[in-house]
């Protein structure tokens, strides 16, 4: 067994010193020791009961080879406070857990021991605190400028367009790989309207370096949300979480792969859940405008699945400034009516030299029209169907090797038959391979051609 004892600077100290996984396995990576000592904080603060304990364990297992972590291995938490009556040694409690193999096993309630809850909304019928949900959309048409259209009204507790519900005032969370602070994202927000002091911007993470230092990096969810949840409770009010392109925090996630998706996916729902927030998750749409406008949203469909309600930034096609933000999916409430805007340029007072930026305008009445007669296009009867079925196909593996059978799945989605995805496969130049082992593991499937 070794002693590690991590340091915490982020996690604060509430009288005698930083909490710490004080012994471990060998095996253990300390930044792992870490990950776990910000959920034992999380769960104390909280006042959980002692199945705290078990939920720190939770997550050290979650995060060490099932392979490498043999059973019968002690773990002891240590605090400067008695935890739920535990004894205490020299000043600090120590819980102890034997890992058992039912700390394995399958975890289930009667839905009698459920407490019915109603759900709580940050815009009414429309986007529900502690869930998840996706804005998706073209580039171009605005989709940013709507994230800080919302920012605004919940960092303020105004009132949403049109429905002119009440929003409930709080802080809003913002993850942005694409634009930048200062000319961009900043500017935007003044423009909208936002209360700054209640807008944060989460930049990179800190974390341990090769040489015993730090070093930053881009957040990652498969391995971040434990630190999200800890900024989320040191700014105390977070009602509004948006990730902007929720693409760009999948590190090593394979995006096109389901059930990758999934799992990736939950944890953040969890923390949604958790803390009462709202998450919003801004994605792009492929170009194969045959197919579902939601099966469209760029990655595997897992991510339209795991959200609980999908907006769709749309053009209107007879007039270029008109924009669309339609529902296209709610698993919460009936199908509402959509909105429609126009972008407008905003020069920020006071500025010098003149600082131009973008802001939503909001029309004054809700759309009645169809998501569909939105995001069809008008001219997809005029053009061949090979050239289609390329279409499709380029958007289909533009990510890389996709399984034959997904693809054909997928075109019958998009009503384009096989034997004319058969003869763009030709015309692109695709040829079947196979990846992976045998049977269930491997599978034969189509990639582009290198240029």
């Not at 080879?65 to 406070?81: A, E, H, L, R, S």
């Not at 034997?98 to 309630?109: E, F, H, R």
């Not at 002119?164 to 694409?178: C, K, T």
């Not at 923390?271 to 990655?299: F, N, P, W, Y």
Request: overall charge negative; aromatic content about 6%.
């Amino acid at each position: 067994m070794a002693t590690v004892t991590p340091d915490l600077p982020h996690l604060p100290d509430p009288e005698e010193g930083n909490r710490r996984i004080s012994e471990i396995p060998d095996e253990v990576d300390p930044e792992i020791s870490a990950f776990a000592g910000e959920v034992a904080f999380k769960a104390f603060e909280a006042g959980a009961p002692p199945e705290a304990a078990t939920e720190i364990l939770t997550a050290v297992k979650r995060a060490i080879n099932p392979d490498t972590y043999k059973n019968g291995k002690t773990v002891f938490v240590g605090n400067d406070k008695r935890l739920n009556g535990y004894p205490v040694t020299n000043g600090h409690a120590h819980v102890e857990h034997q890992i058992t193999a039912a700390d394995m096993g399958l975890v289930s309630i009667k839905v009698s021991d459920v407490e019915a809850k109603a759900i709580v909304w940050l815009w009414e019928q429309r986007l529900a605190c502690g869930k998840f949900s996706i804005i998706t959309g073209n580039p171009g048409l605005g989709k940013s400028q709507i994230t800080a259209s919302l920012t605004a009204v919940v960092s303020t507790g105004g009132k949403w367009p049109v429905t002119r519900d009440q929003a409930p005032l709080g802080s809003v969370l913002i993850l942005s790989a694409e634009d930048d602070p200062e000319d961009t994202i900043r500017p935007r927000l003044e423009a909208a309207g936002a209360d700054l002091t209640r807008v944060h911007l989460l930049s990179a993470v800190m974390a341990p370096s090769e040489t015993g230092g730090s070093v930053r990096r881009g957040f990652n969810l498969s391995v971040d949300i434990p630190k999200l949840i800890q900024r989320m409770i040191e700014i105390g009010d977070v009602r509004l979480v948006i990730i902007d392109p929720i693409s760009a925090y999948f590190g090593s996630t394979d995006s096109h792969k389901n059930a990758e998706v999934r799992t990736l996916l939950l944890p953040l729902q969890q923390c949604a859940q958790e803390m009462g927030a709202a998450i919003i998750g801004v994605s792009h749409l492929t170009k194969s405008e045959g197919m579902d406008v939601l099966l469209r949203t760029q990655g595997s469909v897992g991510i339209v699945a795991a959200a609980r309600a999908v907006f769709g930034v749309g053009k209107d096609k007879d007039d270029p400034g008109k924009r669309y933000f339609m529902p296209l999916k709610n698993n919460l409430a009936t199908d509402m009516n959509g909105f429609s805007y126009h972008i407008e340029e905003f020069c920020l007072p006071g500025t010098d030299p003149l600082i131009r930026t973008s802001r939503v305008m909001w029309d004054n009445e809700l759309v009645t029209k169809n998501a569909d007669d939105v995001f069809t296009n008008p001219n997809k009867e005029e053009r061949s169907a090979v050239a289609e079925a390329e279409d499709f196909l380029r958007d289909a593996l533009s990510m890389g090797w996709v399984k034959t059978v997904e693809l054909q799945a997928s075109a019958r989605k998009a009503g384009i038959s096989w034997i004319t995805v058969k003869r763009a496969q030709t015309r692109i130049g695709i040829k079947p391979t196979r990846h992976g082992g045998l049977a269930s593991n491997g599978g034969w499937g189509w990639e582009l051609p290198e240029e």
